[in-house]
């Protein structure tokens, strides 16, 4: 069951609308709606990033990789869809989301260690943590997440189809990049890992890897990209609604067409034949000589392709990439003093 995303905990129990997040949420300020009140918290998306930007600092501190922090965040998203958020010390339940993380991820990390390494990078947050108080939140993370501690992560369907799509290491690098930025979004909670790591090879294909730093920083300065992307969603949902393919939604199926299916070894030519002229923007606008847009566009051209004979969910596509653009403008309003400021506030009045 580990293996397979479709009989998952994750996805059986894990993935929800936004209706459902949103009411969830409600739930747990309505339960204490003073608390609430006394004390604000910061813009959701603003919080997202600040949970992320910590377990970060901590997981490097410990020697970390990618995988165990991508999995910590996605338990603390989890948490805190069942527990309200100033009922607790987030900081005690970063730390001990990477210590579970870390041991579920086969690279466990002492308890010792990682409570020395939390109360140094938080002295005034967290000033007496030791390993029965992270011991304790650990019982109390597994419990309130049922004991449903296996993640499936983007990052594999990112690694298994960049060689069939022909991605460059600077795309590859791009796409891996916007995956980590999407834990600072809802999207973990809405969809499952292979519309979101399509949807990051798509928008790595249309933006420009070169002389950027990493998802943020290309996202935010690529609207042209971001645009061009939805519309190669729409130009493929278009074609799926003609030839009749992506008839199941990306939820209740895996089949996918081969790469070398007539759509996609159509020469260049016929594949731009009817193409959305937001696809030719992008090749028109994002790249800097000739030969590697003409490259950089039968790759979009090949992955529409691709996309409209599969069974993906295309819609679900679209959302995440109107999520992303939603969240890197909302990532320039961010400040992480204010952020730090309404969180601390209630740890130190409530004393927790």
Not at 106 to 127: D, F, K, T, Y
Not at 147 to 155: D, R, T, V
Not at 303 to 312: K, P, R
Not at 319 to 337: P, S, V
Request: aromatic content about 8%; glycine content about 6%; charged content about 20%.
């Amino acid at each position: 069951m580990a293996a397979n995303f479709w009989e998952s905990t994750q996805r059986r129990h894990w993935l929800f609308t936004k209706d459902e997040l949103a009411a969830m949420r409600q739930k747990l300020e309505d339960e204490d709606p003073n608390l609430v009140q006394m004390y604000p918290l910061p813009h959701l998306r603003h919080l997202n990033i600040y949970f992320n930007q910590q377990i970060n600092r901590l997981g490097k501190r410990l020697g970390v990789r990618q995988q165990p922090m991508a999995t910590a965040q996605l338990y603390t998203k989890r948490f805190y869809t069942r527990v309200e958020v100033r009922r607790t010390n987030p900081y005690l339940l970063m730390a001990t989301a990477v210590y579970l993380a870390c041991k579920m991820e086969e690279c466990p990390q002492h308890i010792r260690l990682v409570a020395g390494e939390a109360r140094s990078l938080w002295p005034n947050e967290i000033q007496s943590i030791d390993t029965g108080k992270v011991g304790e939140c650990e019982f109390f993370l597994i419990s309130e997440m049922s004991s449903h501690l296996i993640i499936h992560q983007p990052y594999r369907t990112l690694t298994t189809l960049q060689g069939d799509f022909g991605l460059t290491p600077d795309e590859v690098a791009l796409a891996w990049s916007i995956i980590n930025d999407h834990y600072m979004t809802d999207l973990p909670l809405l969809y499952p890992p292979h519309i979101i790591a399509l949807t990051a090879m798509i928008l790595a294909l249309v933006l420009r890897p070169a002389g950027s730093n990493g998802g943020q920083g290309a996202a935010a300065n690529s609207a042209g990209g971001l645009a061009a992307a939805s519309a190669v969603l729409a130009q493929a949902q278009a074609r799926a609604a003609i030839t009749g393919g992506n008839s199941d939604s990306g939820r209740s199926g895996s089949a996918t067409p081969s790469l070398t299916s007539q759509s996609s070894s159509e020469s260049p030519a016929t594949q731009l034949s009817g193409m959305h002229p937001g696809i030719q923007r992008a090749h028109d606008s994002g790249m800097a000589s000739k030969k590697a847009p003409d490259d950089r566009l039968n790759k979009v051209t090949r992955f529409a392709g691709w996309l409209a004979d599969s069974n993906i969910d295309i819609e679900a596509m679209v959302d995440c990439t109107q999520e992303l653009i939603a969240f890197y403008e909302c990532h320039e309003q961010y400040n992480d003093k204010h952020a730090r400021e309404q969180i601390n506030r209630f740890i130190k009045a409530r004393q927790l």
